[in-house]
């Protein structure tokens, strides 16, 4: 199986980034259902860029421009999944597209599984201290979503994390819900790494603001020196 035909084929449909996770590095991960992974081996993870001239205003809420921006993203996403499943059909493989973003359980704030998990599992970043995936090209600075397949697949790689002794996020957060606690690789937990109450808490009033309508910040997006253009200097 050429892996990396399949890769130029989702970089061409307009992924930024991609990945192939074993899903034997995601064993014990929490699923819905329980058995998502049966019948499957591999995860193809995608991922899109968002737009820098659009997460670059974001101080300490979102923006109406980033819920639209966000909104756009995760259909294309969605599109790119179905792209990926129906190429994966045509090279005679099952393809399972997930979702880049539907909730679940809207306490727990989970989904059929968590997207940045496989993408840390297929090397394309490391968990941030704020839970986010960060790429070394673009940062947390993307969305992302999975199709999971039984083709054989060469899997890629997990990434060094590279947060080091960085609390930029940390210090950013608005409600304080970042612990600045580093990891290896995974969280045990998420609240290991965040206050979610806290975090919650806050995406909810951000909820009610104008122009707004969803579950949305977008701080440590913004804040996070990787992904992060430098300032040209002036003469």
Known sequence: ?????????????????????DLDQLAGIE??????FEG?????SLA????????????????????????VANAALDALALRMSQR???AGGRALPLPASQILDAARMTSYLSHKAVAIAAGMGWQGKSLLLVSPRYGPRVRLVTVLTD??????APLKNHCGSCDACT????????RNVNTDRHYASREEAIDFGRCLARLTQNET??????????VCVTVCPWGKKKKKKTS
């Open 88 to 90: 994966i059909a045509d």
């Open 171 to 178: 210090k950013a957060c608005p409600v304080g819900a970042i």
């Open 151 to 156: 083709l054989p697949l060469s899997p890629d």
């Open 48 to 71: 899109v860029r968002l737009a820098d001239a659009v997460l670059d205003p974001i101080v300490d809420r979102p923006t109406p421009l980033y819920n639209r921006h966000y909104q």
């Open 209 to 218: 603001l104008p122009h707004i309508g969803g579950l949305l910040c977008g």
């Open 40 to 44: 499957f081996t591999r995860a193809v």
């Open 31 to 36: 699923t819905e259902p329980a058995n998502l």
């Open 1 to 21: 199986m050429n892996t990396e035909k399949f890769k130029t084929f989702a970089l061409e449909a307009g992924a930024d980034l991609v990945g192939i996770a």
